[in-house]
Structures are given as structure tokens and as C-alpha cells.
């Protein structure tokens, strides 16, 4: 095998008495609550399959993560979603030379395209909602992204400088400020903003927990939601529908997302093989779910 290079073999036949049943779902830790939440979505395949799921949470720690990895190899789970926040070669090559079925639940700019893959469009969904918002009539939001994935802060960027693009409304870099994805990485940053002079019109942030935090700091500052500050979130978390006002987010289908990763999983299973002669990419597009905190007449 070539540097950075993979060639897909077939699997070993297993006999009945050899399968695990057992399926490795791979996240990072940080990701935690966005994805354990899928995992009742998915409870119905895997029972109908006769099947258990493992979820795997690595620390961001690349030679403890390789040896949790390797280790997970060597109990032979028949299969493994990949979902940690970044396409790492070293952790795949593993994966890879088990001849373990594989499939990615992102898009990974640097991953060749040979494994099956099932992901939002995290830059449409971050269009949509900056496009709803500018014709809204805010003009000047406030981008809050954790600095932590590279692929997913170049989509959610990208979609919002694409909205300003496509109106041709102006825009500055420095408006994109990155913190920690957390309700208090929201509330610091939300709170030194709206303390300043340049008060944006809008905050869009990557996380409902966020979102959380700026409407915490608007509160106490007693600045009106959404009357003279929209604020709207990217997750669409159970957060959005118990705060106040109710958070306008993106629905990004997670529960389908994690359904159709498993059936791609299985159908490799089923036929005993990693070899992908023709790999499938599924891609979601998010919805917006529209409540009150954007000031929308529309809102739910």
C-alpha cells in the first residue's frame, strides 16, 4: 500500500460463530451530545439486524486515539461509522488493513472517494439561514464557530459568505468569531460584543447551546430578542424549543443521517466485502426551522 494511498480488499469470510454483531459508532468527545442523540434513531435498524452499537468517544489526542482505535480493531466489530471531526489518514489505514466495513457519516475534503458516506450539506444549511436572514433585513451577523474542525468551519463559513455573495451585500471576515461551542463560549463572547460599540443586527451560531449563551447575555445587557437583536442557531437540539424566545435553528436530520449510515454499513456486512467498485454519497440538505427568535412573521 502507497502513502496515503488505499486498496480496498475483500473480507475474510466469517462463519455465524465468529460475528460480533456489534457495530463501532467513531465521534470525537466534544461531539458527544450532538450525536448521542441519533443513537435512538437508530436503535430500530440495528434490533431488526440482531445487532448492538458501541459509541466511541475519542479524546483530541492522536497517539491515545490510534490506540483506541487499534484496540477497537482487535475485538472485529463487523463495522464502524466514522465520524470524528476530521479525516485522519493514520486512523483509517487501520481500519482499512482489518478489512472492517467502513462507512463516513461527514464529508471530508481530504478523504479519497472510495468509502461510502452519508453527511449534511453543513454549507447549505449555513446559506440557508444566513440567505433568510439578509432578506430579513440583517444586514451585519455575527458568524460564533469553534475553531476545532477544519472541514466543518470552511462549510459553515463558506455558506454564509455564499448568502452575502449571492445578494450582493458586503461583508467583513472580522465579523466570523470563533469560540468555544459551549453556552458560555456563547455568553462571554455574545457579552464583550453587545458591550461594545459595533453591535451586529444578528448572531448566528454553530450550536443551539451557543445561541443559548448570546440570548443569556442579550438578557442581562436587557437588549429585546428579537426585537433589537436576532439571534439563531445551527442545531436543532431540544435547547431550541425551551429557551426564550424560542430559537430559530437548522434541522439538519441527524436521526436520518445516522439510519441511512447504518444501511450502507449493512448492505457492506451483508455481502462480506469492503471492496466499493462504486462507492455512495448521500448527501442531506437541512431544513430551517423558523421560530421566534429572528423576528420572522413566520415563526412557528
Known amino acids: 500500500m502507497k502513502e496515503n494511498e488505499y486498496i480496498l480488499l475483500p473480507r475474510e469470510t ?9 457495530v463501532v459508532f467513531l465521534f470525537s468527545l466534544a461531539d458527544y451530545g450532538f450525536y448521542e442523540s441519533i443513537h435512538h434513531e437508530m436503535e430500530q435498524v440495528l434490533q431488526q439486524k ?4 458501541l459509541l466511541c468517544a475519542l479524546e483530541p489526542d492522536d497517539e491515545q486515539s490510534k490506540k483506541h482505535i487499534q484496540h477497537i480493531v482487535d475485538l472485529k466489530p463487523e463495522g464502524i461509522i466514522y465520524a470524528l471531526r476530521d479525516f485522519k489518514e493514520e486512523y483509517v489505514d487501520i481500519i482499512v488493513k482489518a478489512k472492517i ?3 463516513l457519516i461527514r464529508k471530508y475534503i481530504h478523504a479519497k472517494e472510495i468509502f461510502d458516506c ?11 439561514m444566513t440567505r433568510h436572514m439578509l432578506e430579513h433585513n440583517y444586514k451585519k451577523i455575527s458568524l460564533f464557530v469553534e475553531k476545532a474542525s477544519f472541514q466543518f468551519v470552511h462549510d459553515f463559513c463558506d455558506g454564509w459568505k455564499t448568502a452575502y455573495r449571492e445578494k450582493d451585500i458586503p461583508y467583513d471576515e472580522n465579523w466570523i468569531v470563533h469560540t468555544r461551542n459551549t453556552t458560555e463560549g ?11 460599540e459595533e453591535i451586529p443586527d444578528a448572531f448566528f451560531c454553530a450550536s443551539s447551546e451557543m445561541a ?13 430578542v428579537p426585537d433589537k437583536l436576532a439571534v439563531v442557531g445551527f442545531t436543532d437540539s431540544e435547547i431550541a424549543e425551551l429557551s426564550f424566545p424560542k430559537l430559530t435553528t437548522v434541522d439538519q436530520s441527524l436521526g436520518q443521517v445516522g439510519v441511512l449510515a447504518l444501511r450502507l454499513l449493512f448492505d457492506q456486512i451483508e455481502q462480506n466485502s469492503t471492496s466499493l467498485p ?3 454519497e448521500i448527501v442531506i440538505q437541512p431544513k430551517l426551522r423558523i421560530r421566534q427568535s429572528c423576528g420572522c412573521p413566520l415563526a412557528l
Open 14 to 22: 466469517r462463519t455465524k460463530e465468529d460475528s460480533t454483531n456489534v
Open 50 to 53: 440482531g445487532y448492538s452499537m
Open 101 to 103: 466495513p467502513f462507512v
Open 118 to 128: 452519508v453527511y449534511v450539506n453543513f454549507a447549505e444549511g449555513a446559506y440557508k
Open 186 to 196: 456563547g455568553y462571554y463572547r455574545a457579552r464583550e460584543i453587545l458591550e461594545s
Open 212 to 224: 443559548l449563551g448570546v440570548l443569556y447575555a442579550a438578557r442581562e445587557l436587557n437588549i429585546s
Open 278 to 280: 462504486f462507492p455512495q
